[in-house]
């Protein structure tokens, strides 16, 4: 049974119910996992409704259930490993390559060779029943670079609530049309659906807040290099940003322009760096995935062309 223990630190402004205290400060299981894994608290060593007020300086322990296995099947597909151990796995995932199964993409995923990567490690007693996918978080199927996956609940949980807490860095770097007028800014807007297509995300007034900062490495005349900063993890949040301020990013083929000059390009970005705490370390610890040889060409090209 996955546990945690910890205190309730002093940066709370508000005051904050126990459940809203572990989905959103901790960011471990979402309300509505504490119901389906039959969450149990402990807060100063009594037990506690999750309606229970957190204040600074409370200890707070939890215990839930496991989560019910994923009928996944393992697959025999390469990785480009970065860094593994026994809790966790840093790959370089290619572009074309989605993360998780879903409709029309059952096979070929991450998820698929993660769980063939963990059957080959449990030994001949294992099995694919009883397996999971420790997706800890996404890049878009065209997106390449940098990803993190668990191979335990508890990892999971630990990396998880880093990104949910805002404290994994990550950078991109992506070829975009044009050039910006700023050499570096913000772009602060909500993201949501778009109403007109559910397959794509737009600015809106409503919706979820998104942030990222970006800075022009280099220029050409019609395009630049640019590097990204996510401050929030949206759904396509780089994509719709770097169209929102009319620089979108070159090959996109759901919210790019034509581009003449290189009209079969695929999407250029590339998720280029991770700084992220592992299980068992004090500090965090960074993971960088080389430049995809696309990169390179289509700079060389730019170089030699603009």
Not at 44 to 72: M, Q
Not at 167 to 194: L, Q, S, V
Request: glycine share 8%.
């Amino acid at each position: 049974m996955p546990s945690f223990r910890g205190i309730a630190t002093g940066e709370l402004s508000r005051e904050i119910r126990l459940d809203r205290y572990i989905a959103e400060k901790l960011g471990m299981l979402s309300r509505s996992q504490i119901k389906a894994r039959e969450l149990k608290a402990r807060v100063n060593g009594k037990e506690a409704k999750f309606s229970r007020i957190v204040r600074p300086g409370d200890t707070i322990e939890l215990f839930w259930n496991e989560a019910d296995p994923v009928n996944i099947i393992p697959e025999d597909i390469p990785l480009d490993i970065l860094y593994e151990d026994d809790r966790v796995i840093v790959i370089n995932k290619p572009r074309g390559m989605v993360v998780h199964p879903g409709a029309g993409n059952r096979r070929g995923t991450v998820a698929n060779a993660l769980f063939f990567r963990k059957l080959q490690h449990s030994g001949p007693s294992g099995t694919a029943a009883g397996l999971r996918p420790g997706i800890v978080h996404r890049l878009d199927k065209e997106t390449s670079g940098v990803m993190i996956a668990a191979w335990d609940d508890d990892a999971l949980a630990f990396l998880s609530g880093q990104f949910k807490s805002r404290k994994a860095k990550k950078k991109y770097i992506a070829i975009i049309n044009g050039i910006p007028r700023e050499d570096h800014g913000r772009i602060e807007t909500n993201i949501t659906r778009d109403p007109k297509d559910r397959k794509r995300f737009t600015v809106a007034d409503r919706g979820r807040a998104a942030l990222t900062c970006y800075q022009v490495i280099k220029k050409w005349q019609k395009h630049s290099l640019v590097l990204l900063k996510p401050k929030t993890g949206r759904t396509h949040q780089l994509r719709v940003h770097m169209r929102y301020i009319g620089h979108p990013v070159s090959g996109d083929p759901v919210y790019g322009f034509a581009d003449r000059f290189f009209p079969d390009a695929g999407l250029m970005l590339h998720s280029r760096r991770l700084e992220i705490t592992l299980p068992g370390d004090d500090a965090p610890r960074v993971f960088k995935a080389p430049l995809p040889q696309r990169f390179c060409e289509m700079i060389r090209c730019l170089d030699g062309r603009e």
